[in-house]
């Protein structure tokens, strides 16, 4: 089992809609989560961080987590076509490496 | 701030050879990763460092792979008798201790032959 699952997709969701990416993390003592973008031949960017249960909004960006149920979400509205990309959820113990993983990542498409 | 930088950019290699990558991580930043991505996957922890101090190393890293940050700022990362395996996007990351939050340079891209 891998220690960040992601849905691979693709997913299209049309211009405007809400965008929903989910992330689901096997360590329970995973206390850091993150959500990064990666445009294609890029390195990924950082979008939002998320350490306690909850939700935390940064302009069309909400970031979910819910330590209970080992679940991360981000919810993208008014989704717009220049969104569309890879979407990498990152996790785990805070200051480790070996214990901070990567999912392989979403691919959202918003079409125009 | 100029963001973290990577170079080469792209590195294109033989088999059994030598090379080296460089990172210069956002200047304020003490703590500096290095990452392998492979093509449909995550980035994979190499090894990070806070400071000049080598903290971690990916338990599945090859012996082949290693990395220096001698003065605390800037980094490399060696990769010995390369084979075709190793060709990846090897990417760097810097941040703050205190936040965790890692921001990526651009990756170097190597292919080898």
């Known amino acids: 089992q891998k220690e960040v699952e992601q849905n691979s997709g693709p997913l299209s969701v049309p211009e405007g809609a809400i965008a929903s990416l989910n992330c689901t993390y096997s360590d329970r003592g995973s206390q850091s989560f993150f959500w990064y973008r990666q445009y294609s031949g890029k390195s990924p960017e950082l979008i939002m961080s998320i350490y306690s249960n909850g939700d935390k909004e940064d302009g069309r960006f909400t970031a979910q987590l819910n330590k209970a149920s080992q679940y991360v979400s981000l919810l993208i509205r008014d989704s717009q076509p220049s969104d569309s990309a890879t979407y990498l959820c990152a996790g785990g113990v805070l200051n480790t490496g070996n214990q901070f993983y990567f999912g392989t990542g979403t691919s959202l498409t918003v079409i125009p | 701030d100029t963001g973290v930088s990577q170079n080469p950019r792209h590195k294109i290699t033989k088999r059994g050879q030598n090379v080296t990558f460089r990172c210069d991580p956002i200047s304020e930043h003490n703590r500096l990763y290095w990452y392998r991505q492979t093509l449909g996957q995550g980035p994979e922890f190499l090894t990070y460092?806070?400071?000049?101090?080598?903290?971690?190393k990916s338990r599945l890293l090859s012996d082949r792979f290693s990395a220096e940050r001698p003065k605390g700022s800037f980094s490399t990362l060696e990769i010995q008798r390369t084979e075709q395996g190793d060709s990846a996007m090897y990417l760097c990351?810097?941040?703050?201790?205190?936040?965790?939050?890692?921001?990526f340079g651009p990756g170097t891209r190597l292919t080898v032959t």
């Open positions: 990351a810097s941040s703050f201790s205190s936040t965790y939050e890692q921001y």
């Open positions: 460092f806070q400071n000049e101090a080598q903290l971690e």
